[in-house]
């Protein structure tokens, strides 16, 4: 196993940093190595934003619900889906771009690129011995964030990353048995096989909560997560994208 491989496996949501930010070549590395992750079509559809002002960050953690970790860290990054940029260049070389760029294709196209660049920053990140906290409440209020961080038509803050040194280190979460995940040629149907693999998750989760809170919490993955499905939330989400001129057709 090399060192690539260890960091990759030895991830985990950080949300204690220490009150140090990072310097101008870890942000230059950092945004480097997003850059470097696959494009489709070397369309290189997203934009980052760095925020460093103390009170930005402080508007930024309450839209997304109140999270300390937005606040205090050695910087912060939001991911934003852009198509302005192809905008602009289809205006600029006088070729009709805008039925492509409203198609869910191209907006299907932007939201896995910036994913991309984030996972490689996230990668970069912990291989510097930094922390790191993906922070998808930021959709929770587009209006207001779009706003604050003054984006333009056809780019869309996706999610943010909290990156900093972290000053408490959590225990790592189980993931999906890997049979669960991985199917050979085809998706796999046994219902029964599936839910009993799902079973047994929810067992070892149950175990990890118990013992991570001393008794105190005991629910399943599959309590969890369906409680969350429950709950409806964001749903303004396509009227926000179509306003922003995306993913019309």
Request: hydrophobic letters at 35%; aromatic letters at 8%.
């Amino acid at each position: 196993m090399n060192d690539v491989i260890s960091t990759i496996l030895n991830h985990r949501s950080i949300r204690h940093f220490e009150d140090k930010p990072l310097s101008e070549e870890q942000i230059k590395t950092l945004v480097s190595c997003a850059q470097s992750a696959a494009t489709s079509s070397y369309i290189q559809a997203y934009s980052i934003i760095g925020v460093k002002d103390q009170e930005t960050k402080k508007k930024l953690a309450e839209l997304v619900g109140s999270q300390p970790y937005v606040e205090n860290n050695g910087h912060f990054f939001v991911f934003c889906a852009d198509l302005y940029r192809h905008m602009l260049i289809g205006e600029e070389e006088g070729k009709n771009v805008l039925s492509s760029i409203e198609s869910t294709e191209k907006f299907m196209v932007a939201l896995i690129d910036a994913a991309l660049a984030a996972q490689n920053t996230a990668i970069a990140a912990e291989s510097m011995g930094l922390g790191i906290c993906y922070i998808g409440g930021i959709r929770n209020n587009l209006n207001e964030v779009q706003k604050l961080l003054k984006t333009p038509e056809r780019v869309i803050p996706l999610f943010g990353m909290a990156i900093g040194y972290p000053s408490k280190i959590t225990d790592q979460k189980p993931r999906l048995p890997f049979e669960h995940i991985y199917h050979e040629e085809v998706y796999q149907q046994d219902t029964e096989v599936y839910l009993d693999q799902i079973r047994g998750y929810d067992q070892v989760i149950s175990d990890y909560y118990n013992n991570r809170t001393k008794g105190k919490r005991k629910d399943r993955w599959s309590e969890q997560i369906t409680n969350m499905l429950e709950k409806q939330s964001r749903m303004y989400m396509r009227e926000f994208v179509q306003k922003n001129k995306l993913d019309l057709q």
